[in-house]
């Protein structure tokens, strides 16, 4: 069954430093992959996704992730954190054809200001 | 993409009652799921609400616990039955497009005492 691991559970930066936050997939065929972002009190967004072409892809407010496919991950990145981007960070892959996501536990990302 | 909402956004029950989310979508759409987000975890699939026919439940929920409606296809409902605390979550209705992007209502804070 495919799986998702997001191994860092709570991430603290400053602003303006570097964040990669790591996703690793366990299904070794074609993939779909995902990272969506729940802001405070808000609903989940999407932030990027990858179905096939350009493994690096870019996303909604400077996010970028790239797909590596001989290490099965989807790291999520951002060059310089603000404040606005704390939130919790979810990585998901499609289920095959059913449609649903399924997703990894989570990394909570707190930047101080 | 889709405009979801959630009724009620949030609500405290005695153990052994049922509580009824609704689910309603601006547009129409085929695929509709449902989540649960229980508290310090990720999301896990419950089941997929078919238009017209039973839903498709995951490994570990039954129809008899989750009883889920699609009547149409802007609208469903999602039933908690005989609810103990550890039903306390928090309950996603998503949608998916043909791109197979998913948006997701508000949720529902369910709390049961």
């Known amino acids: 069954a495919q799986s998702v691991s997001q191994h860092n559970h709570h991430v603290i930066l400053s602003e303006a430093a570097s964040l990669e936050l790591g996703c690793n997939y366990s299904?070794?065929?074609?993939?779909?992959l995902f990272w969506y972002v729940q802001y405070p009190g808000q609903h989940l967004q999407l932030l990027l996704k990858?179905?096939?072409?350009?493994?690096l892809v870019k996303g909604i407010k400077g996010f970028e992730a790239e797909f590596i496919k001989s290490k099965f991950s989807f790291n999520l990145r951002k060059p310089s954190v603000q404040w606005s981007d704390t939130a919790e960070y979810f990585c998901?892959?499609?289920?095959?054809?059913?449609?649903?996501?399924?997703f990894g536990k989570g990394t909570k990302l707190s930047v101080k200001p | 993409s889709a405009v979801i909402s959630q009724k009620p956004s949030r609500d405290i029950c005695q153990r052994g009652t049922s509580l009824t989310i609704q689910c309603q979508v601006d547009?129409?759409?085929?695929?509709m799921f449902w989540y649960r987000q229980q508290p310090g975890q990720s999301l896990t699939l419950i089941a997929t609400?078919?238009?017209?026919?039973?839903?498709?439940?995951e490994s570990g929920f039954v129809i008899d616990k989750f009883p889920i409606s699609r009547p149409n296809l802007t609208f469903s409902t999602l039933t908690v039955s005989n609810m103990s605390p550890e039903d306390s979550s928090i309950y996603l209705c998503?949608?998916?497009?043909?791109?197979?992007?998913?948006?997701f209502g508000p949720g529902t804070r369910l709390t049961v005492t």
């Open positions: 299904y070794g065929g074609t993939v779909n």
């Open positions: 547009s129409q759409v085929t695929m």
């Open positions: 998901a892959v499609l289920r095959g054809s059913q449609g649903n996501l399924i």
């Open positions: 998503s949608v998916a497009n043909s791109n197979y992007e998913q948006y």
């Open positions: 990858y179905f096939s072409g350009d493994p």
């Open positions: 609400a078919n238009q017209g026919s039973e839903a498709t439940y």
